[in-house]
């Protein structure tokens, strides 16, 4: 096993200095009070305040709090490998989600990285992968569908390429990797223990696994836990592992994964769907399938996060249809510490640093000195079970 690393990263700096830091960002700027959008005239505590259940607003269980003054910070940083002190602390809960983002060179000097929390990479694979042949994309109501197939250069080449350039950035680059085998994922996570400018890895299952037919690894809970726990042993980075909402029961993978030594989970990746062209009568991506993403897949994220937040005791980044700050702080209530923006990116690239600015400015109007006072406040008390088994949906 190789040598622990400590990454620290924002808000939140460990109260020693470690001798080796790959990530240090600048100490957080006081933010002044809280301002609608352009073109909003709503503010921000009318726009997204929690409702309790006679829709007035605030509990009244809950005593109102003076809102915090303009000299005092809101503290937005979050640990996603609290087990791991000092590993992965971040500065800010909003990340920027694998495969929307590329490898973050495509935005430098387009956004303000000191505010993000993360940026998880495009999905890399052991060997280079040319990807579906087109068309392998298209809207859809509400989302967007597609089939990239994983193109990238593969691990050599994006470590040769962009490593030494994230070892610079303010921001902890968080690599995403995919592959159909447990000696494959093991490859790419030795390959990336240890590289300056990698802060985390985070485990895309929801690739087909070859030993057993092409079932997703992220469907199955013995393959998932066996390949958290195989990539556990090859690194000393912190894990994310990314999980399916078409597994049956995703509390099952959750807890597998957790089990195995996962640091954080992030629910979810995307959902299975299909498109057709009327012309040709036929599937309108060429590979049939693509994966549905956007606003459409939010209501699925949020059940997912709802139910593996009452399933596991890790970190659970929350990516699915993350466009605004209610769609934050629905996240944040059900369970989630953090969330990926990915499909809006394509909208709007200074989404993520927008949010930001709108949850320290709605902490701050309702006196919360961070955002972790928010996070589960959704959850049953007592952490009663409210969903034990996949069969108790009812329509």
Not at 39 to 65: F, H, I, N, V
Not at 200 to 215: F, K
Not at 261 to 286: K, S
Not at 323 to 347: I, K, M, R
Request: with cysteine; glycine share 10%.
């Amino acid at each position: 096993m190789r040598r622990k690393k400590t990454v620290i990263t924002g808000r939140a700096q460990a109260a020693r200095t470690p001798k080796r830091v790959l990530h240090r960002a600048p100490p957080p700027r006081p933010r002044g009070p809280a301002t609608a959008p352009p073109g909003t005239s709503t503010p921000l505590l009318e726009r997204a305040q929690p409702a309790d259940r006679t829709g007035r607003g605030q509990s009244p269980s809950q005593p109102r709090r003076e809102p915090l003054g303009p000299d005092v910070p809101v503290d937005l940083s979050v640990d996603l490998a609290p087990t791991r002190p000092g590993a992965l602390v971040l500065r800010t809960p909003v990340l920027a989600a694998a495969g929307a983002f590329g490898y973050g060179l495509e935005y430098v000097g387009i956004v303000d990285f000191d505010e993000l929390g993360a940026i998880c990479t495009r999905g890399t694979t052991l060997k280079p992968r040319s990807g579906n042949p087109p068309p392998r994309m298209t809207e859809t109501p509400a989302g967007l569908l597609n089939a990239i197939g994983l193109q990238n250069p593969g691990i050599d080449a994006v470590l040769e390429r962009y490593a030494a350039r994230w070892a610079g950035w303010p921001v902890p680059v968080i690599v995403n990797v995919g592959a159909e085998s447990a000696e494959d994922f093991v490859a790419l996570a030795r390959k990336l223990d240890g590289q300056p400018g990698v802060a985390a890895i985070e485990l895309n299952l929801s690739c087909p696994n070859s030993a057993r037919g092409g079932l997703q690894f992220a469907l199955d809970p013995a393959a998932a836990g066996q390949i958290t726990a195989a990539v556990r042993r090859a690194t000393d980075l912190p894990l994310l592992v990314k999980l399916s909402p078409a597994a049956l029961d995703v509390r099952e993978i959750a807890r597998a994964v957790e089990d195995a030594g996962a640091d954080a989970i992030t629910a979810v990746n995307t959902l299975p769907g299909l498109a057709m062209d009327r012309q040709m009568r036929a599937p309108l991506l060429r590979g049939a399938y693509g994966g549905l993403s956007g606003p459409a897949l939010k209501p699925v994220a949020l059940r997912v996060v709802y139910e593996v937040a009452q399933a596991v005791d890790i970190p659970i980044v929350a990516a699915g249809g993350v466009g605004s700050l209610e769609d934050v702080l629905d996240f944040l209530f059900a369970g989630a510490c953090a969330v990926q923006v990915g499909t809006a990116l394509f909208a709007d690239s200074g989404l993520p640093v927008q949010l930001v600015d709108d949850l320290d400015g709605y902490c701050r109007e309702l006196g919360h000195g961070t955002h972790r006072e928010l996070v589960g406040v959704a959850q049953p008390s007592g952490r009663a079970r409210s969903s034990v088994k996949s069969g108790e949906y009812r329509a």
